[in-house]
């Protein structure tokens, strides 16, 4: 039998700008009297969290602010913020202001603020061994500074395992958010390599999500068996087209010129709304690949990143073999691969072909500086076999994929994927 049911969760939702200013409030609701906010150090020194901390010290509520999330968080700076967490707690909530990094430290904290065990016990198998959580985790409000990673509105937590090389996750419908407040203004002091990146991991969100494997074509599940990422589906469709529309007119513009408002509320619209897609229907093979393009790394030390250790920010990671997995994929829905090229670019003439959707995603990339491919950010043939035995790790991504993915499909789009233009 196959399956005849999806699921759809969501964060409650607080957008516009000036939202940031209400969170004493909001916290007030879940009957928080003691909260920790976490932050990293680049978003700290923009003010914002002192801002807010002050804001909710203003409503009669203690905060607690650890700004030491890592950029692109490891399993050593997650247990350290864990560590903090435990000792200076117990707390009635969290607020994560920051990116996915810091929304991710915030919701590990929390998991292991509430649950016994180390991350080790948590994160997805074969990496860890995928305990669910037996207990209920605190009320989270996230704020995202960056237009990206949608980890406000997700049940997941992504991090690098130092030892293994390897970028994997945690994944559980307790690690959701309750709470997102998108504020727009939030996100104007973006440098525009992060824009770049981190709207790269809207769009991937977008298409991966309305490309993934239709829900109804999996084996039917038991209750007990359902996951967070159900595959593609009528509602995450909706919110993935609205976030490849939005993406068209506002993403070129706000990596031009990170000061136009509208854009930017745009960018932050089309995150949220993209969130909400693939939060439900999944991501599959540039997810998946950009795991171990992440967590390989040797030299690639990115503008507008810290500069004190190499890495490729998850968003130019997702994107370096998107236009390559999409050609690999385009036989299984070949209509939906076409709209979403149609949805990024309007005005194209191209024919339609298993080529226009790598087009445009290749001129989109070029046109907002980032890297040509792989080769790039340091990667070269002899790399192919490590890279693909990092993405076949992340099977619950690959199983979401719309056809079945071998590790020599995998090395054929890491291979194409050296250098697009």
Not at 91 to 117: H, P, Q, R
Not at 144 to 152: D, F, L, R, V
Not at 335 to 362: M, N
Request: overall charge negative; proline content about 7%; glycine content about 10%.
């Amino acid at each position: 039998m196959t399956e005849t049911v999806f699921t759809y969760g969501a964060p409650g939702l607080k957008f516009g700008r000036g939202a940031s200013a209400e969170i004493g409030h909001d916290l007030a609701t879940f009957d928080a009297r003691r909260v920790l906010l976490v932050t990293d150090p680049g978003v700290a020194a923009t003010g914002h969290p002192a801002r807010i901390a002050e804001q909710i010290a203003a409503t009669g509520i203690e905060v607690v602010v650890f700004e030491d999330a890592h950029v692109e968080p490891t399993d050593e700076s997650l247990a350290g913020a864990v560590e903090f967490g435990r000792s200076e707690g117990p707390f009635d909530a969290y607020v994560a202001v920051g990116g996915g990094s810091a929304i991710d430290t915030a919701k590990a904290v929390n998991l292991l603020g509430t649950n016994e065990g180390e991350l080790m016990d948590y994160i997805n198998a074969p990496v860890g061994r995928a305990l669910a959580p037996e207990h209920a985790l605190k009320p989270l409000v996230a704020v995202p500074t960056t237009t990206g990673t949608g980890s406000e509105s997700t049940t997941i937590c992504v991090l690098d395992v130092l030892s293994l090389k390897v970028k994997t996750g945690i994944s559980h419908p307790r690690l959701r958010p309750t709470l997102a407040v998108v504020d727009p203004d939030l996100t104007m002091t973006q440098p525009a390599m992060v824009t770049a990146a981190a709207g790269m991991d809207i769009l991937c969100h977008a298409l991966e999500s309305y490309t993934a494997r239709w829900f109804a074509d999996f084996p039917a599940k038991q209750a007990s068996e359902r996951v967070p990422y159900c595959g593609a589906n009528p509602i995450a469709d909706m919110w993935s087209e609205k976030a490849l529309s939005l993406l068209a007119g506002a993403f070129r513009a706000a990596v031009r010129d990170g000061s136009d408002a509208p854009a930017r509320e745009q960018m932050a619209l089309a995150a949220t709304f993209a969130g909400m897609g693939f939060g439900n229907a999944g991501v599959h093979i540039p997810h998946a690949n950009a795991y171990p393009i992440a967590g390989r790394v040797r030299d690639y030390r990115p503008a507008g990143y810290p500069q004190d250790e190499a890495m490729v920010p998850h968003g130019m990671a997702v994107s370096l073999t998107a236009p390559e997995a999409f050609r690999f994929t385009f036989d299984a829905a070949p209509e939906r691969h076409l709209h979403a090229a149609r949805l990024l670019d309007p005005a194209s003439s191209a024919a339609d072909s298993p080529a226009l959707l790598p087009d445009v995603l290749t001129a989109l990339m070029r046109d907002i500086g980032l890297p040509s491919g792989l080769a790039e950010v340091g990667y070269a043939d002899g790399d192919v076999d490590d890279l693909v035995a990092g993405a076949l790790k992340q099977q619950r991504l690959l199983a979401t994929a719309p056809r079945e993915v071998t590790g020599d499909d995998l090395a054929g789009v890491f291979r194409n994927s050296m250098e697009h233009w």
